[in-house]
C-alpha cells in the first residue's frame, strides 16, 4: 500500500512563493514518476509537473519559469515563486507507475 502525505499550502499573496512537498511511504516500485497536480474551483485536474525517476522534467506552460519540481528519493517538492491569482487551486501529489496514487490535496489560495 502506498500513502502520500502532502504539507506546504496556505494562503500568500501575488507574487509571493510557496513551496509544497509530499513523502510518499509504502512499496514503491523504483521506477516510478512523480507529480503534482492542481484543480481549481470550477476546473479539471490538470498535471502541472512531473519528475521521473532519472529526473527528467517536464511543466504545463503556464506555470514554465515559475514553478520548480524537485526530487529527493521519494520525497517531491513544488517550489512555486511569482505566484498568480490564478494558481489558486488544491494541489494534489502524484505517483505514477502502472497505477496512479493520490494525496488528499493541499489547498493553495493566492490573493491579489
Known amino acids: 500500500q502506498v500513502q502520500l502525505v502532502e504539507s506546504g499550502g496556505g494562503l500568500v499573496q501575488a507574487g509571493g512563493s510557496l513551496r509544497l512537498s509530499c513523502a510518499a511511504t509504502?512499496?514503491?516500485?523504483?521506477?516510478?514518476?512523480m507529480a503534482w497536480y492542481r484543480q481549481g474551483p470550477g476546473k479539471q485536474r490538470e498535471l502541472v509537473a512531473r519528475?521521473?525517476?532519472?529526473?527528467g522534467t517536464n511543466y504545463a506552460d503556464s506555470v514554465k519559469g515559475r514553478f520548480t519540481i524537485s526530487r529527493d528519493k521519494n520525497t517531491v517538492h513544488l517550489q512555486m515563486t511569482d505566484l498568480k491569482p490564478e494558481d489558486t487551486a488544491v494541489y494534489y501529489c502524484?505517483?505514477?507507475?502502472?497505477?496512479?496514487?493520490w494525496g488528499r490535496g493541499t489547498q493553495v489560495t493566492v490573493s491579489a
Open positions: 502524484a505517483l505514477e507507475v502502472w497505477v496512479t496514487y
Open positions: 509504502g512499496t514503491i516500485f523504483r521506477i516510478n514518476h
Open positions: 519528475i521521473e525517476s532519472g529526473g
